[in-house]
């Protein structure tokens, strides 16, 4: 039997053996991650590297969360699996000082080795001390509600943080501390203040919504000059003036760079959101357990061959699931309006996708050397995605049963929050194939995922 009969099912007879190969076992290899995936969630053992290595942190069991408003206003009710309980309620609004109109949320880790510890609480001071000198203490007494996650009860690292901010005249409250846990215990917080936050500070405009920031002490588990330059550089952005107060109430979500081809997040998950926005979120210690769900539904109609996987690595990262998910839950709602920094650097043609390009500005400058006004400010994504793969680039089915790409997106929507971006949102125009996915869900509806995935993997087959 020659190659072209032994292969004609799905290729012309003009395309390579090796990409025929590919194409015969890439079935096999996703029937096989595919089963990894269902048997890490039914059996929690973990063979895929979802969970956080660094923490002994057990599942509990399934129970029911409330998967957020639908578009017609109902609130849907699932089971999803939990890493950890709700922690104890803590009165926000009773220690939030009057002059404070955008309060900030801190996430710190401190280590189990001496050697660690201070080296992580060298990152809160350096932290501390650029906001005290930030444009955040402009017009407003900085309110700082911090949470404390390491083995101990974390007292010393406490009463040291306490003092550093005195000394700043900083109004710093602990939220509480926990042996193990992870970020989305604090933003957790954050989740809860907004949904308590229903009336505004005096001080803020009428029009004006209340704004959260969110940071952590950033390379207090991995050292590197990286996260150095990486973490000034986010300091720099949620401190930036137009970050806090954007023009004209222009974007509900800010950061220093806001990456949309693998999901829609903050690059190193520091940002300000306005409360308004963060209601709407699914609960963050929910988010893991529905974004598992979302994976297990894709890599199930991968298999299937009705979408298809091609930009990214099939791995955690590009999922965001097990430890991730905490970096990606903050711009997972459709309504995200995002702003950020990313006009500060100019994509280079070689690099495989824009968050590379941000890493190597990050990596090639010096904070010290750049201050914050030399950030420039603008409605994100700034750079147009690119896509390396030259098929899906130059191929419209390719492109629209492409899960990285809108096909994901609105899975992952119409999965978490039962809703799409209105007609007006920037992601129609960002997206390749934007307009057909908009004109699709007007006549279809949640339909429209599979009138146009199924329609597209239909005419692959002919081609």
Same mark, same amino acid.
């Given at each position: 039997?020659?190659?072209?009969?032994?292969?004609?099912?799905?290729?012309?007879?003009?395309?390579?053996?090796?990409?025929?190969?590919?194409?015969?076992?890439?079935?096999?290899?996703?029937?096989?991650? #595919?089963?990894?995936?269902?048997?890490? $969630?039914?059996? @929690? /053992?973990? *063979?895929?590297? =979802?969970?956080?290595?660094?923490?002994?942190?057990?599942?509990?069991?399934?129970?029911?969360?409330?998967?957020?408003?639908?578009?017609?206003?109902?609130?849907?009710?699932?089971?999803?699996?939990?890493?950890?309980?709700?922690?104890?309620?803590?009165?926000?609004?009773?220690?939030?000082?009057?002059?404070?109109?955008?309060?900030?949320?801190?996430?710190?880790?401190?280590?189990?080795?001496?050697?660690?510890?201070?080296?992580?609480?060298?990152?809160?001071?350096?932290?501390?001390?650029?906001?005290?000198?930030?444009?955040?203490?402009?017009?407003?007494?900085?309110?700082?509600?911090?949470? #404390?996650?390491?083995?101990?009860?974390? $007292?010393?690292? @406490? /009463?040291? *943080?306490?003092? =550093?901010?005195?000394?700043?005249?900083?109004?710093?409250?602990?939220?509480?501390?926990?042996?193990?846990?992870?970020?989305?215990?604090?933003?957790?917080?954050?989740?809860?203040?907004?949904?308590?936050?229903?009336?505004?500070?005096?001080?803020?405009?009428?029009?004006?919504?209340?704004?959260?920031?969110?940071?952590?002490?950033?390379?207090?588990?991995?050292?590197?000059?990286?996260?150095?330059?990486?973490?000034?550089?986010?300091?720099?952005?949620?401190?930036?003036?137009?970050c806090l107060d954007p023009p004209e109430l222009t974007c509900n979500f800010c950061s220093l760079f806001l990456t949309a081809e693998r999901g829609i997040f903050s690059a190193g998950n520091f940002w300000v959101a306005s409360c308004p926005y963060i209601q709407k979120l699914v609960p963050p210690l929910e988010y893991e357990g529905h974004m598992?769900?979302?994976?297990?539904?894709?890599?199930?109609?991968?298999?299937?061959?009705?979408?298809?996987?091609?930009?990214?690595?099939?791995?955690?990262?590009?999922?965001?699931?097990?430890?991730?998910?905490?970096?990606?839950?903050?711009?997972?709602?459709?309504?995200?309006?995002?702003?950020?920094?990313?006009?500060?650097?100019?994509?280079?043609?070689?690099?495989?996708?824009?968050?590379?390009?941000?890493?190597?500005?990050?990596?090639?400058?010096?904070?010290?050397?750049?201050?914050?006004?030399?950030?420039?400010?603008?409605?994100?994504?700034?750079?147009?995605?690119?896509?390396?793969?030259?098929?899906?680039?130059?191929?419209?089915?390719?492109?629209?049963?492409?899960?990285?790409?809108?096909?994901?997106?609105?899975?992952?929507?119409?999965?978490?929050?039962?809703?799409?971006?209105?007609?007006?949102?920037?992601?129609?125009?960002?997206?390749?194939?934007?307009?057909?996915?908009?004109?699709?869900?007007?006549?279809?509806?949640?339909?429209?995922?599979?009138?146009?995935?199924?329609?597209?993997?239909?005419?692959?087959?002919?081609?």
């Amino acid at each position: 039997m020659n190659n072209d009969s032994f292969f004609k099912f799905r290729y012309e007879s003009g395309k390579s053996v090796s990409k025929r190969i590919r194409r015969l076992f890439e079935p096999l290899v996703l029937s096989l991650m #595919t089963s990894l995936v269902l048997f890490n $969630s039914l059996f @929690q /053992i973990d *063979i895929l590297g =979802l969970e956080d290595h660094s923490m002994n942190v057990p599942l509990i069991p399934l129970q029911e969360a409330n998967l957020g408003p639908s578009q017609h206003g109902s609130h849907q009710r699932i089971a999803v699996k939990r890493r950890f309980s709700d922690p104890q309620s803590f009165d926000f609004h009773a220690k939030l000082h009057a002059d404070t109109s955008v309060p900030f949320f801190y996430h710190i880790y401190i280590p189990e080795s001496s050697k660690e510890q201070a080296e992580a609480m060298r990152i809160v001071q350096e932290q501390l001390n650029a906001l005290a000198a930030s444009n955040a203490t402009t017009n407003q007494i900085v309110t700082v509600f911090y949470q #404390t996650i390491g083995p101990g009860n974390g $007292s010393d690292e @406490q /009463i040291l *943080i306490t003092e =550093l901010c005195q000394e700043r005249n900083i109004r710093c409250h602990l939220m509480g501390h926990f042996a193990d846990g992870r970020e989305e215990l604090t933003t957790h917080r954050v989740y809860e203040f907004c949904r308590a936050d229903s009336s505004r500070n005096e001080n803020l405009p009428k029009s004006a919504p209340r704004r959260v920031v969110y940071m952590h002490n950033k390379g207090s588990h991995h050292y590197s000059e990286l996260n150095e330059r990486w973490r000034r550089k986010m300091m720099q952005a949620v401190t930036h003036k137009q970050c806090l107060d954007p023009p004209e109430l222009t974007c509900n979500f800010c950061s220093l760079f806001l990456t949309a081809e693998r999901g829609i997040f903050s690059a190193g998950n520091f940002w300000v959101a306005s409360c308004p926005y963060i209601q709407k979120l699914v609960p963050p210690l929910e988010y893991e357990g529905h974004m598992e769900r979302v994976v297990k539904d894709a890599l199930y109609m991968n298999l299937e061959q009705k979408i298809t996987m091609n930009l990214h690595k099939h791995w955690p990262p590009s999922f965001g699931i097990g430890r991730y998910a905490a970096e990606n839950w903050a711009g997972s709602h459709p309504d995200i309006v995002p702003c950020d920094f990313s006009d500060s650097f100019v994509p280079q043609p070689t690099a495989a996708d824009n968050t590379l390009d941000f890493l190597s500005w990050v990596n090639q400058t010096r904070t010290t050397a750049d201050p914050a006004w030399s950030l420039r400010w603008s409605l994100a994504p700034k750079h147009p995605i690119k896509l390396p793969d030259r098929q899906v680039r130059t191929n419209e089915r390719m492109r629209l049963t492409e899960y990285f790409l809108l096909a994901g997106h609105i899975l992952r929507w119409y999965e978490l929050y039962d809703n799409v971006p209105g007609n007006d949102s920037w992601v129609w125009a960002y997206y390749p194939d934007g307009r057909k996915w908009r004109n699709a869900i007007e006549q279809y509806g949640r339909n429209a995922l599979k009138e146009l995935t199924e329609g597209a993997h239909a005419g692959l087959e002919h081609e």
